[in-house]
């Protein structure tokens, strides 16, 4: 078999549809031209978006953030959200997708070799509608080890995390050194060695009945999940900071849980070996994941 010829082990389903463009083609069909930006320098922005029952979890708020990060990356969207909302929900029905994962992608473009954004042509848009299992499913009743990494997530003023760009290499060095230490998820820290997020998650801790979570300002994504968590907390009348946490707070927390889109509320019981609270998932824990499952089924 030709080097490049290697079959893919994860090949996505032949049926699948995917937008692109303003077109459903077969999965096999939704090309990306080698000389799009998107492809050559990671020079674009997405959304991860979750469907619960056929409604989209808070998607005015995923396509504002989408929106955002085009603006931050210069980049003038092709098409307004009342557009973009009409071909989610079209993908989603074309999958036969109500519970599922959506996958929204904003490239920069066709484009010459060379950097300048300004030499590609009308930004590519694709669409995704599938499944996404990011953790094996006994971790959310269990709860998960994760650890520390040594790569350092993005200085704000190099490439802000609040950019969620199609350059995710940064959580990707993170990542690889997870799965080296045999963990799924890792710990980032910022340039001030302040704990920032996860790779694909934020993070949160319980300390003496406290809910605690690092700011938009240590340089994080603004969850979508992290402020329904947040509204949540706020609902029990739990007490909650968003506060700088060092590596000493995940250590002595009593409880730890992260949040995303793809991973929902996963319980955290062991970080870099050592135990968090019983190395059980804690009461607080369970209460918003119960919050959470209820919230986004209720919601319209
Ligand atoms: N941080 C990073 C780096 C992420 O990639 C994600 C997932 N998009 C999150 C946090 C969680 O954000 P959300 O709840 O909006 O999915």
Redesign the pocket.
């Known amino acids: 078999m030709a080097k490049f010829d290697q079959p893919n082990v994860h090949a996505p389903n032949p049926n699948l549809k995917v937008w692109l463009n303003g077109r459903l083609v077969p999965v096999g069909e939704a090309a990306i031209n080698v000389f799009d930006h998107g492809v050559l320098y990671g020079d674009g922005v997405f959304e991860?978006l979750r469907s619960y029952g056929g409604r989209v979890f808070r998607l005015k708020q995923h396509l504002q953030r989408l929106e955002d990060s085009a603006r931050a990356i210069r980049l003038v969207m092709p098409m307004p959200k009342e557009e973009m909302t009409e071909a989610i929900y079209r993908t989603m029905e074309a999958n036969g997708i109500r519970d599922g994962y959506i996958r929204l992608v904003v490239t920069r473009g066709v484009g010459t070799l060379g950097l300048s954004p300004n030499r590609a042509g009308c930004p590519s848009v694709f669409i995704i509608a599938s499944q996404i299992d990011l953790y094996p499913r006994e971790l959310y009743e269990k709860g998960m080890a994760i650890v520390s990494t040594s790569i350092v997530r993005n200085h704000p003023n190099a490439l802000s995390?609040r950019i969620?760009s199609c350059n995710y290499l940064n959580?990707i060095l993170a990542k690889i050194e997870a799965q080296d230490a045999g963990v799924h998820e890792a710990i980032m820290y910022n340039h001030c060695g302040y704990v920032a997020?996860?790779?694909?998650?934020?993070i949160f801790l319980v300390r003496n009945g406290v809910v605690q979570t690092p700011p938009i300002t240590a340089g994080?994504?603004e969850?979508?999940?992290?402020d329904a968590v947040i509204e949540l907390v706020r609902q029990r009348s739990l007490p909650i900071r968003e506060m700088d946490l060092t590596r000493h707070d995940l250590y002595v927390a009593d409880e730890c849980f992260l949040?995303?889109?793809?991973a929902e509320v996963i319980p955290v019981t062991s970080i870099d070996g050592r135990p968090i609270g019983n190395a059980q998932p804690g009461p607080v824990t369970l209460q918003l994941i119960a919050d959470f499952r209820e919230l986004v089924n209720r919601e319209e």
Request: neutral net charge; aromatic residues 0%; charged residues 20%.
């Open positions: 991860g995390a969620k959580n997020e996860c790779t694909g998650d934020n994080i994504l969850g979508i999940t992290r949040t995303g889109s793809a």
